[in-house]
């Protein structure tokens, strides 16, 4: 018995590794998981990440660096030096000096022999080791150049803020968009029973002699019109789905299911009091971007200005070196010489041929054009803000017109209904209202959706939901 429940367990768990894992979705899990998981923001985090490291490599340059060489040469065929032969007495033997040299040829004691004499100074091997420590003890640019870097962390930061705000938005346009498709695929598809049906009922009457034949005619029109839609819908809807999974960075063929509805979205999305939301445009973060462009080129004529003045270098090197005609230096019996020393190094730039002067003239031409397209950027937010603002506004009177116009169309095409069936009505009559009550069917739709697109380009302007990162979770990860 207890061998067929571990068969029988065995098989359960083949059956669910067997399955296909399936995303389901809320709105607001679905932003959480693509700011998490989308390729957008995980390349804006590591862009942070590479920032971090950057600041870290402008610090290090103030701290001390020490560097080793290790270097063996082999001297195949010496290099051979001429020395001339008058440095020499007539034994061969070395005279001690130049100036005994001299002393001797003037006595007449030497006969100064003609020509050179070749000989070899050193040793075919050598081994030499040295370790050196430098340190920057003075350079303004370098400052210039940390404060820089600080600045670019905080641009880098503000664009990963803007990442996850443009993202968000993406999520929110790709779920409405999908539930969209849903929505259309429902109502289509009860349009075309309800057609079916009338369809249905019209034949029967034209067999009988009671209707033309041009009302059967009529309603097949407006059926394989709508069949049209149906098919359209569901090829939107499936691309949409991909589109979907996109954005949240999960492979175009996962299945992914939407928990929310287009109307509970809707009715969620309507929000009167973001209407009076004050606009801060500080809060902005195209705003907060081109002031960090403003500031990086700031400190870029500083860093630019600050290279005409003096540097200062400190340095202390050790380093040991050995000699011989043979390879035996691992040999106790080795001799080694050491040598050490250290000294500071003082750098004063004094003619540059106007080199610094045409960079610091540039650097100054950049700061400016940041500073007109800081004054650009400004116009244009406030300008973005009134135009999403009346964008939402009118998506909201719009909702609630078209919500009425659907119930008109509904009543309308009720009453049509009825007169065809008695006869009181022209199938054209019946069609041109089915047609009607279909068209204001999907702008209700595009109404609802577009309440929840306006709402949600309105609070990336406003920047409302903070979606600023962690530093520390940044260094944590990477």
Same mark, same amino acid.
């Given at each position: ?15 669910? +590794? ?14 959480? &998981? ?19 490291? +950057? ?34 007495? /007539? ?78 938005? @993406? ?34 009457? &034209? ?6 034949? @041009?009302?059967?005619?009529? !309603? ?33 063929? @996962?299945?992914?299911?939407?928990? /929310? ?12 009091? +973001? !209407? ?51 390879? /035996?230096?691992?040999?106790?019996? @080795? ?19 106007? !080199? ?10 950049? =700061?400016? $054009? ?35 116009? =659907?119930? !008109? ?20 009559? =019946?069609?041109?209202? $089915?047609? $009607? +009550?279909?068209?204001? $069917? ?37």
């Amino acid at each position: 018995m207890k061998k067929y429940i571990i068969i029988l367990c065995s098989l359960i768990s083949l059956q669910g +590794l067997g399955q296909e894992k399936v995303y389901s979705f809320s709105l607001e899990e679905a932003i959480s &998981f693509a700011i998490d998981s989308s390729y957008a923001t995980i390349n804006s985090r590591r862009e942070i990440a590479k920032a971090l490291k +950057l600041k870290w490599e402008a610090t290090a340059m103030r701290l001390p660096q020490i560097g080793a060489n290790i270097s063996y040469q082999n001297n195949i065929s010496q290099q051979v030096s001429l020395l001339p032969a008058a440095a020499f007495d /007539n034994t061969t033997s070395v005279i001690n000096t130049v100036e005994e040299f001299f002393d001797l040829e003037a006595n007449g004691q030497v006969t100064p022999p003609e020509g050179y004499i070749p000989v070899i100074f050193g040793t075919k091997q050598s081994v030499n080791a040295s370790v050196t420590l430098n340190q920057l003890l003075f350079d303004v640019s370098y400052l210039f150049a940390l404060e820089g870097v600080k600045s670019f962390l905080t641009f880098n930061e503000n664009v990963n803020e803007k990442t996850n705000l443009e993202v968000r938005k @993406q999520v929110i346009n790709a779920y409405g968009n999908v539930l969209v498709a849903q929505e259309l695929i429902a109502i289509t598809e009860k349009n075309i029973s309800n057609l079916e049906k009338n369809l249905f009922e019209v034949t029967k009457i &034209f067999e009988n002699g009671l209707t033309e034949e @041009q009302s059967v005619q009529q !309603l097949e029109i407006t059926l394989l019109n709508e069949k049209t839609q149906l098919s359209n819908a569901k090829r939107s809807q499936s691309i949409s789905k991909q589109l979907f999974n996109l954005t949240l960075g999960i492979d175009v063929s @996962q299945k992914v299911s939407l928990n /929310n509805t287009l109307k509970e979205l809707t009715a969620k999305n309507i929000s009167l009091a +973001l !209407l009076d939301k004050a606009f801060t445009i500080e809060e902005n973060l195209d705003y907060k971007i081109a002031g960090n462009i403003t500031e990086q080129r700031r400190i870029e004529l500083k860093l630019e200005q600050s290279k005409g003045m003096p540097s200062i270098n400190g340095f202390i090197n050790y380093g040991t070196a050995g000699f011989g005609n043979q390879f /035996n230096f691992f040999d106790g019996k @080795q001799s080694w010489y050491q040598s050490s020393a250290f000294g500071i190094n003082l750098n004063v730039p004094v003619f540059s041929s106007g !080199l610094r002067s045409a960079r610091n003239q540039k650097a100054r031409i950049s =700061l400016e $054009q940041s500073k007109t397209e800081l004054e650009e950027t400004t116009q244009r937010v406030k300008l973005n803000y009134k135009t999403a603002r009346s964008n939402y506004q009118f998506a909201i009177e719009r909702h609630e017109n078209t919500k009425k116009n =659907l119930a !008109l169309a509904e009543s309308i095409e009720n009453k049509n209904q009825v007169k065809f069936k008695e006869g009181l009505a022209t199938s054209f009559d =019946l069609r041109q209202a $089915q047609t $009607q +009550l279909y068209g204001i $069917q999907q702008q209700y739709i595009a109404a609802m959706l577009d309440i929840i697109k306006t709402k949600a380009e309105m609070e990336t302007v406003l920047n409302t939901p903070k979606l600023k990162i962690s530093i520390q979770e940044i260094k944590n990860k990477y």
